[in-house]
């Protein structure tokens, strides 16, 4: 389905699940997570819309400029060199739960903190950089301080669904368990 025929009745939709959060937490297993699911070649049409629809209550968080950002923090070289050197297992220069040092998937949850902090609801944009870093939706959706969040998460996931499977970036099998899918 096109965005001019679909996005109408998705943006309702995500209306819905975001004003029944209890609601919610019941259909997403316990958790407070929202995936809204469009097409990748239509990303740009549906952050647009998004931003005019919800201009005063959202906190957009793009997951594009946070990686960026990372990668600065330690400038490229450096970056660079320590990607290179963690070639058996580059998922953990991204996410590595056993590390000190902050990494992207605390860059991300710190802002969905402070977004629901300053009374907004977070929605996650650009999130297709994510694939190759190991962070997956599932490692954002169940992660204790999502869980918790006094406003559900909005995933907005370049993807499609096709015979009950949802695939990101319309090839790479995603979890649904702990959201709502908005399709």
Excluded at 127 to 151: A, K, Q, S, W
Excluded at 162 to 181: G, I, Q, V
């Amino acid at each position: 389905m096109s965005y001019i025929s679909n996005h109408k009745q998705q943006f309702d939709d995500l209306k819905f699940q975001i004003a029944n959060q209890d609601q919610l937490r019941r259909q997403a297993n316990g958790g407070n997570s929202i995936l809204f699911s469009y097409p990748p070649h239509e990303e740009q049409l549906y952050i647009t819309k998004a931003r005019a629809l919800y201009q005063d209550t959202v906190e957009f968080i793009d997951v594009s400029r946070l990686l960026v950002q990372f990668i600065d923090e330690e400038g490229w070289d450096s970056f660079k060199a320590y990607y290179q050197s963690m070639a058996s297992s580059v998922h953990k220069v991204f996410h590595d739960e056993d590390a000190q040092e902050h990494d992207l998937l605390d860059q991300i949850i710190y802002e969905i903190k402070v977004a629901c902090k300053n009374n907004k609801i977070p929605f996650l944009i650009r999130t297709g950089c994510l694939y190759g870093t190991g962070i997956e939706n599932v490692n954002i959706m169940e992660h204790r301080t999502v869980m918790n969040l006094p406003h559900p998460l909005v995933i907005f996931y370049p993807s499609r669904f096709d015979e009950d499977n949802l695939y990101f970036l319309n090839f790479k099998l995603a979890s649904t368990y702990r959201c709502t899918l908005v399709k």
